[in-house]
């Protein structure tokens, strides 16, 4: 049924049209109105039966979920930047036991400085944990991808992270086509637990493993995610014959055919970078974008082809590597090795900072003209980093750091009538 | 005609098994016993905690006829009882990480109340015990234990207290007591050993909580553990065990003084043994024969450094009166048992 | 004011127009300054970026006129309707009011409407109601079902009620105008 709501919204009746047995969460924005929305249909019954859990911090949430899996239970929780480094050791912990919860990360921005805007730094500070992460470009994606989600996770024994960029698409209004609970159970079976808690079979899950099988352990993930690689794509076109609609996979091109720029990113920056492409295309650019939809386990192949013919890759990310540079465009780097391409890392939107079309057009055309060095900052502000690097130089009790921004930024007080 | 029967084993009070009717008998006295901790475990020589967790687990392998998962925190009791490639759990048995034991008990807990609604049953029938040491449950446990108790989630949590993190090489945890010897709290300087006025009083702080049932333990007195136990799981919601198992190695104690050293923790009041439910205290084990602080400290090399030409009886002094306060805050001595 | 852009956006919806509503702030606190923005098409919309040439501004707080440039980017032949009880002239807006063609900026007492109907100075659904006969965007029915998506029984009935009038007065001024 085609509804106009709240991405939230439509995540929540989503995880809940795939029955999960156990959820449990722990507040943090802006993740907030999924698991409310999800205590309320437990609460009205809709949801049943269903244990919703209010835990006491993002760890106990991963483990709860580790509990309640290994037991056999279909789990969900969701989390986002500082509550998903809180439960990080869990994190791991579910992947290398091979328990199939399905996580929402409402991406958003890591602190200090405290930020509860939207870029990648939360989900990318994982992509070595050994979970599936799939990135949606918008609300209708989310949903469809969580969907998809639970059933990848189950086949694999493995956990998804589905990532969605948070306010931008958490609380984003905007129509989806939400899809009949028969529809989905078609699609997701019962859970069928490779491995479980049951007296009726006793089994120790979780003891030690030494040298002399760690590496075999730790390469079964690796192989189990290749496996994946295959799975993904299988399962979109499973998801589209049943609710008739494109979603998930590994990548998606658009216009990349003949472009001689291709543009590279993750999740709702996608939908601006289509415009602004169009616009240049008006222009006679030949240029296009490639969204990469699933970024672990890191679509090689498929990168690697739809970037073979290109003469210029862009890597327009919203994560940033201290002391290194680009995230994302390292993994696609990596793709391209002996294909000889020209290799454009732009940073963009962190901490929330809007990625506008005006700005995306000016770097763009600089990128097809050959003119961007290899790693960009969109929008930065160079008068200000420079002049507190100055400042720094000159003294050293200079203080806290932003706060010595905000001198050059020159908040004001508000006047009033 | 009834005749006093003389009792040839000294220095304790244990009663042969042979001598007590069948259902006054401990659950290992049992050839029906499940073996939950198997034989086989790489336990030290005299490990208290081996001892109380093959008791408990039984008792609630018993007292649910077999319905049983449990959850292990990391630690020696998990290291111990799962060499790889070797377990000695005959129960469904996880262990995830240190500090979160709680938090995967509340999670099985929900699976199977879940699990038991689609199976039209009022509750789950399968019951779920989370267990750990001091460390993990006292200190990086402590967020999760909590919120499991606050939640009256419907598990049985078992902390088996040896006063340290003895699996790393015996460092102090908040549950080390005052002037204890560890790795982290050397008998050097003017307080030697681990400092008065710190750490937790965890059982306490369980009761504070008025979670359904809260007891204290210890391997001395094997059937009242065991009979916790089963009152234990005889109710639903939250619970707490904790209970004090000496480490022959940590404490540098000799192995075979294990029981002699926990029935030493209770008759010098240090270690008070008590029942609550609902935030309210219930019941108390009376001290038989008080016993002076300084019988008990003086069999464990941990607290060598208090005896002796360079001693510190101004400390034992201090000990003594934790002691005193234990007994006259819990009731422990009848009158006419006042020393 | 999130709330109102979700109205605002749940009334195209129902006119069968795509819509999309988002705020520009995040913490769940009310007395920070807050922005919300509604984009609106008749197909899909892709672009996630922050309005900045908007064609219609609702500005609910009129203080913030004096701590921010709320007109920056406003097209040429833009929208302007402003919660409050003085005119155009008396709020020094006339030089504002030049640059756009006639009738694009008007003032409107929803704070006060909003009282009489809700006894509460809850002023979206009254701006919306304005909005509608304002630009003709939206129509008075699609608001009505939008109030009615978002509040329920007799709060939703007052909310109509508010909504109706200023949608009453502000076409009684075109009217006028005309």
Redesign the interface.
Known sequence: MIKQTEGSQAVAEAVALCRPEVICAYPISPQTHIVEGLGALVKSGELTPCEFLNVESEFAAMSVAIGSSAAGARTYTATASQGLLFMVEAVYNASGLGLPIVMTVANRAIGAPINIWNDHSDSMSQRDCGWIQLFAESNQEALDLHIQAFKLAEEMSMPVMVCMDGFILTHAYEQVDMPEQAQVDAFLPPYEPRQVLDPADPVSIGAMVGPEAFMEVRYLAHAKQTMALDRIPEIADEFKEVFGRDAGGLVRGYRIDDAETIVVALGSVVGTLEETIDTMRAEGVKIGVLSIRCFRPFPMAAVRAALARTARVVVLEKSFSVGLGGIVSTDVRLAMVRIHVRGYTVVAGLGGRPITQESLLRVLRLAVADELKNLTFLDLDWDIVNRHLAREAASRHTGPLPEALLRDIGASAPRSR | MTQPIKFYQTGTFTVGNRLLPEDKRTVQSSTARDNSLNSGHRACQGCGEALGARYAVDAAMRATA????A?NATGCL??FS????E?S?????????F??AA?????????????A??AGLPEAV?RVIAQGGDGGTTDIGF??L??MF??N?DVLYICYDNEGYMNTGVQRSSATPPAARTATTQPLGPEPGAEFGKGKNVPLIAVAHEIPYVATATVADLHDLEAKVEKAMSLRGARYLHVFVPCPLGWGAASCDTIRLARLARETGLFPVFEAEDGEITAVTKIRRPVPVDEYLRLQKRYAHLFGAKGHPETIARIQAMADKNIKRFGLLDAEGAA | MVTAAEMLSIAAFEQGRHAQAFPSFGSERTGAPVVAFCRIDDKAIRLREPILAPDALIVQDAHLLDQIDVFQGLKPDGYVLINSRHSVSEMGLDEVAAGLPSGHILTLPATEIAMKHLHRPLPNAVLLGGFAAMTGMISLEAVTYAIGRKFKGEVAERNIGAAAEAHAMLSAHEEARA
């Open positions: 077999g319905q049983l998962i959850a998990e290291v799962t060499p790889y490639p377990t759990w005959q129960l469904p048995w996880i262990h995830s990480l500090g979160n938090a995967v008990g509340s999670g099985i807990a929900a699976a199977l109340k879940v699990k609604a689609k399968t967020g999760c909590s919120g606050e939640r989630d």
